[in-house]
């Protein structure tokens, strides 16, 4: 069974980084996958900000994300990472992973999904 544990949420200074981690279990990295990160803000819909695939060797960003986020995985662990830097108030959401074989902007792509992780940016 895939699951999906996100986890380094927190409240934070706006200009602050954080580090969010997605552990994944049920499979592994040498495998054909695709991680991706989204995020909901309170009163908004879901949207995607980042994803890493493994098959193409490539990550994507959201045009929003401003240079600011960067995906990372680290196969030794299982562990998909999302550093966002210089962080803001309209940051503020939680944040999910999810997983497939191929990167989507669409949260529905995704077969395996987590329960996601809060980030609160304070002014």
């Known amino acids: 069974e895939v699951q999906l544990v996100e986890s380094g949420g927190g409240l934070v200074q706006a200009g602050g980084s954080l580090r969010l981690s997605c552990a994944a279990s049920g499979f592994t990295f040498d495998e054909d996958y695709a991680i991706g990160w989204f995020r909901q803000a309170p009163g908004k819909g879901r949207e995607g900000v980042a994803c890493?695939?493994?098959?193409?060797?490539?990550?994507y960003y959201a045009d929003d994300v401003g240079g600011r986020f960067t995906i990372s995985s680290d196969s030794a662990t299982n562990t998909v990472y999302l550093q966002i830097n210089r962080l803001k108030p309209e940051d503020t959401a939680v944040y999910y992973c999810?997983?497939?074989?191929?990167?989507?902007?669409?949260?529905?792509?995704?077969?395996?999904r987590g329960q996601g992780t809060q980030v609160t940016v304070s002014s």
């Open positions: 999810a997983a497939d074989s191929s990167c989507s902007s669409s949260w529905y792509w995704y077969d395996y």
């Open positions: 890493i695939s493994s098959r193409h060797g490539s990550a």
